[in-house]
């Protein structure tokens, strides 16, 4: 299949070399354009760690170049680029052009799909609870692949086309998904933002002096509590919306082959076994950015809609804002658009 990946950072890179070392063609689009200027020039795509190689995939000089011809589109950049690259592609979209987004971030799925929607057009969109590939680039056309991980929870809108949904992903991605009920569930699924949450916090004055400092390392037992105290949150208001969702112990089990164990445990355990994961040298990461607005935040709006009390996903946006020095939920430009349509409870469990 081709698919048309929306990106050009890593999870866009690692994407388009594990679809590609699967038989696929990918077509990349950077909305900025600066990504793919190597790729464009003609290097080759390299990729490293789980999966090694050189690839070509295209590159699309616009949306509509990207879209034109693609069987499937995979949405693979950080949640701040979600807004922006959903309303260039939605005037686009053909019918039953179907859309993944990798992974779900702030109920991003539903404001797409009130955007086709409004066109009369019906597609699948299809969301992930998190990235499929763990990866970070290291340079112009380079990638390095951490983990490829056993099982993603998928949700797929309308959702009578869940069937489409799953077989689509399995197709492409191979048999590592988990169907779950509806998309809510999907969106409490996404660990992401309280693990770096967890993590940024207690190792933030590493991060913005620029250290090498190695992630499992670092999830000690006491930041191995504070994860599993904001995880206690996410579950509750899973709970009270009435979905099911998987522990954050859940989560690194599965991710990592690791026995269901105390975080701080399983993260000793995981560096005395596993290569090191480097964590951010920069406060300029998507850990904070990207996590605290498009998934801290979310989370504690869900919270007061469901009048279950969030108060470390609120104190996380509230110290993250107070050490970057402003208001970090004014970056979330997609809750605000769904505001103004209204997103009722009803809407969020159809």
Same mark, same amino acid.
């Given at each position: 299949?081709? +698919?048309?990946?929306?990106?050009?950072?890593?999870?866009?890179?690692?994407?388009a070399?594990?679809?590609a070392?699967?038989?696929?063609?990918? +077509?990349?689009?950077?909305p900025?354009?600066?990504?793919?200027?190597?790729?464009?020039?003609?290097?080759?795509?390299?990729?490293?760690?789980?999966?090694?190689?050189?690839?070509?995939?295209?590159?699309?000089?616009?949306?509509?170049?990207a879209?034109?011809?693609?069987?499937?589109?995979?949405?693979?950049l950080?949640a701040?680029?979600?807004k922006h690259?959903m309303?260039?592609?939605?005037?686009?979209?053909?019918?039953?052009?179907?859309?993944?987004?990798?992974?779900?971030?702030?109920?991003?799925?539903?404001?797409?799909?009130?955007?086709l929607?409004?066109?009369g057009?019906e597609a699948?969109?299809?969301?992930?609870?998190?990235?499929i590939?763990?990866?970070?680039r290291?340079?112009?056309?380079?990638?390095?692949i951490?983990?490829?991980?056993?099982?993603?929870?998928?949700?797929t809108?309308?959702?009578?086309?869940?069937?489409?949904?799953?077989?689509?992903?399995?197709?492409?991605?191979?048999d590592?998904?988990?169907?779950?009920?509806?998309?809510l569930?999907?969106s409490?699924s996404?660990?992401?933002?309280?693990?770096?949450?967890?993590l940024?916090l207690?190792?933030?004055?590493?991060m913005e002096?620029g250290?090498?400092?190695?992630?499992?390392?670092?999830?000690?037992?006491?930041?191995?509590r504070l994860?599993?105290?904001?995880?206690?949150?996410?579950?509750?208001?899973?709970?009270?919306?009435? +979905?099911?969702?998987?522990?954050m112990?859940?989560?690194?089990?599965?991710?990592?082959?690791?026995?269901?164990?105390?975080?701080?445990?399983?993260?000793?355990?995981?560096?005395?076994?596993?290569?090191?994961?480097?964590?951010?040298?920069?406060?300029?990461?998507?850990y904070?950015?990207?996590?605290?607005?498009?998934g801290?935040l979310?989370?504690?709006?869900?919270g007061?809609?469901?009048g279950?009390p969030?108060?470390?996903?609120?104190?996380?946006?509230?110290?993250?804002?107070?050490?970057?020095?402003?208001d970090?939920?004014q970056?979330?430009?997609?809750?605000?658009?769904?505001?103004?349509?209204?997103l009722?409870?009803e809407?969020?469990?159809?």
């Amino acid at each position: 299949m081709r +698919v048309a990946i929306m990106g050009a950072g890593a999870a866009a890179f690692a994407a388009a070399a594990f679809l590609a070392e699967r038989g696929h063609d990918a +077509v990349l689009w950077s909305p900025s354009g600066r990504s793919t200027e190597a790729l464009a020039a003609g290097a080759a795509l390299v990729s490293e760690g789980k999966i090694e190689g050189e690839f070509r995939p295209d590159v699309a000089k616009s949306c509509e170049s990207a879209l034109a011809g693609a069987d499937a589109v995979l949405v693979a950049l950080p949640a701040n680029g979600h807004k922006h690259v959903m309303d260039a592609m939605a005037p686009l979209l053909r019918a039953g052009q179907p859309v993944i987004i990798s992974s779900h971030a702030s109920l991003g799925a539903f404001y797409l799909s009130r955007l086709l929607a409004d066109r009369g057009v019906e597609a699948p969109v299809v969301a992930l609870s998190t990235t499929i590939l763990r990866s970070r680039r290291t340079g112009p056309h380079t990638v390095r692949i951490a983990t490829i991980r056993s099982k993603v929870d998928i949700a797929t809108l309308p959702r009578r086309l869940a069937d489409e949904g799953l077989a689509l992903c399995r197709s492409l991605f191979g048999d590592r998904f988990r169907a779950v009920d509806g998309l809510l569930a999907v969106s409490l699924s996404n660990v992401n933002p309280q693990s770096h949450m967890a993590l940024a916090l207690a190792n933030f004055t590493r991060m913005e002096k620029g250290e090498a400092w190695g992630q499992s390392e670092n999830m000690t037992m006491a930041v191995g509590r504070l994860l599993e105290a904001i995880d206690a949150e996410r579950l509750a208001l899973a709970a009270a919306f009435g +979905v099911q969702v998987r522990t954050m112990r859940e989560h690194y089990s599965l991710t990592y082959g690791v026995p269901d164990a105390p975080l701080g445990e399983t993260s000793r355990m995981l560096a005395g076994t596993q290569p090191v994961t480097l964590g951010p040298a920069t406060i300029e990461t998507r850990y904070t950015l990207e996590d605290v607005p498009f998934g801290l935040l979310p989370l504690a709006e869900l919270g007061r809609l469901a009048g279950v009390p969030m108060p470390l996903h609120q104190a996380g946006l509230a110290i993250f804002s107070a050490l970057y020095g402003r208001d970090l939920a004014q970056d979330n430009d997609i809750l605000p658009a769904l505001a103004r349509r209204g997103l009722s409870r009803e809407q969020l469990l159809a």
